[in-house]
C-alpha cells in the first residue's frame, strides 16, 4: 500500500541577520511535527529556507560593503549560520530553499506571468510616500511619526508605476474558507483577520517595485521586481518543483501540504496566500498553523531590536535536547510565552532530571543490582495486561479487575499498564491538532505514575527475599522497562537522539520502537540486555548554571 504523505513547512526566515531562539522555537516544533508524522509510517516531507530578497537585505548588504549574495551567502551558509543551527539542532528537514535559488527564480516568473495573464494581475500606480538619502517607498502606516522607519527623515509624497494583485476578487472565498472550515489554526486567529481585514474589505495588492532591484525582475517587464510575500510565499510550492525541473513532486500528492508560522505572518499566509492559489486555480494548504512567540521581558525578540537570545549558547551550554524539549514543553503552541533562563533551568531539573532521569536510571539500575543486567525469563507480561493494554489502547472499554484490597499488587500493574498503554491515544489526539505541548503533558502523567509504582511496590524491600520476592520483583522491574520503553517511544520526536540513548540503556530492539509497538504490552524481550549507562539529564544547579 503506498504510504500517507504528509508535507510540512516552517516559515522561510530573512537571512537579514543572525537567527534568534524564535526561529529556532518554530523550527523545532515543525521538526518535532515532522518526526511525528515519520514515526506514524508516513510519507513526510519537511522544508524550511530562507527568504533572501527584498530591500532590507540590500541595504544591510550595501552597510556591510558586499553584494546581496555575498551578505545572504555568509548568513545561510557561513559557520554558525542558518544551516548549521539547524544542524547543530538535530533538525530533519528533507529540502531547504533559498529564494535565490535559480528554480525558484524561474517558478516565480512564471507564476506571476500566469496570474498576469489570468488578468489578476494589472499594471496601476503605487503611491507612497519616498525618502529619497534611503531610496526608500514607505507607505503611511510604514512610517514611524511620519518619518522614514530606517533613517528617521523626513518622506515626501510619490508615485510609481507597478503591478497590483485583484486581491479583492477573491475577499468572498477566502471569507469563506476562514470561517468555514478548518484551514486556519487555531480557530482563535480567525476572528482577528476577519475583523481587522476582510471586514474593512480587502484592497487590490501592489506586488512589484521599482526602487530598488535585489529582487525576482518581472519577465515580460524587467525594470519591476516581484513583491517579496510573492516572492516568498510561493515557496512551498517551487520547493515541490511547481512550474520548474528541479523537483517533480508538486502533482505525487504531497500538496496540499501544512504550513506553520509566527502569529505576525498569519495575514499574508491565509489571505494573500490562498488568494494567490485560487488565482493559479491550485489547492490551498491543508492547514495554516499560527503558533504565539516568545517573549523577553513581556516584549517581542526581534533582529532588529536586538533582544535577542542565541540558540548557539543555549544548546551548547544546556544540550541540544534539553532545549529542544523546553521549547515544546514550556510555551503552549498558539500562545506567546516569556523566555527565561531560570524558566530553562528549572524545567531541565523537574521534568528530565528528576522525572525521566531518575525513572531510567533507577530502574536500569535494579535491573543490574538485583539480576545482574537482564531479568529472567518468564518475568513479563501477563495475558490480564496485555487484555488490559489492548481495551486501554483502543480505548474501547474500560477493564475491571475485582479485588477487594487497595494493595493488591496487581491493581497497580494494571493501572500502569491501562495509563502506559493508553497513552498513545491521547498523545495522538494533541499531535494531530498542533498541541505538542499536551502531549508532553501526558507523557509525564504517564512517568509519574512509573515513579510512584517504584515507591509502591518497594523493590528495595522484595529484594531483601529474593527466593520468595524475585519473581514480584523481576516482573515489577520489567512493568517497569515497558513503561519506560513506550514513553521513550512517544518522546522521540521530541528528543531523538536521547531516546536513542534511553532504547540502548533498556536493551529495546528496534521493533520495540515503532508506533504499533507504543499501544503494546509485552514488545519488550524479557531478558533483554539493561545497562546503566550515562546519565541522560544531569541536574543543574540553578546558581552556577545561571553565573556560567
Ligand atoms: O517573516 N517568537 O521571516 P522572519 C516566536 N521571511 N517565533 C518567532 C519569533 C519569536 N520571538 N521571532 C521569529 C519572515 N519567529 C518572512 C517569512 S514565509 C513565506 C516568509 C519565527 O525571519 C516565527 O515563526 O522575520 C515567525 O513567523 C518567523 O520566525 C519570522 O521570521
Known sequence: MEKKKFYITTPIYYPSDKLHIGHTYCTVATDTLARYHRLRGEDVMFLTGTDEHGQKIETKAREAGVTPKEFVDNIVEGDRGVKDLWKLM??????????????????????????????DIYKGTYKGKYCTPCESFWTESQLVDGKCPDCGREVQDAEEEAYFFRLSKYADQVRDLLENTDFLQPRSRVHEMVKNFLDP??????????????GIPVDFDPKHVVYVWVDALSNYITALGYDNDRYHDYDKGWWPGVNIVGKEIVRFHSIIWPAMLMSLGEPVPKHVFGHGWLLLDGGKMSKSKGNVVDPYILAEKFGVDALRFFLMRTFPFGSDGNFSNELLIQTINTDLANDLGNLVSRTTAMVGKYFGGALPAGCGATEMEKETARSAASRASTMCFGSD???????????????AAGLRFDYEEDMETFAPHKALDEIFKVIQRANKYIDENAPWALAKDMETNGKRLAHVLYNLLEATRICGILLTPFMPESCEKLFAQIGAPAESRTWDAAAEWGALPETAAVTKGENLFPRLDMDKALEE
Open 405 to 419: 484490597d487497595p494493595n493488591d499488587p496487581v491493581l497497580f500493574d494494571l493501572d500502569l499498564v491501562s495509563k
Open 90 to 119: 538535530n533538525i530533519s528537514n528533507d529540502r531547504f530553499i533559498r529564494t535565490t535559488d535559480d528554480y525558484h527564480v524561474e517558478s516565480v516568473q512564471k507564476i506571476f506571468k500566469k496570474m498576469y495573464d489570468k488578468g
Open 201 to 214: 474589505g480587502l484592497e487590490d495588492l501592489c506586488v512589484s517595485r521599482t526602487s530598488f532591484s535585489w
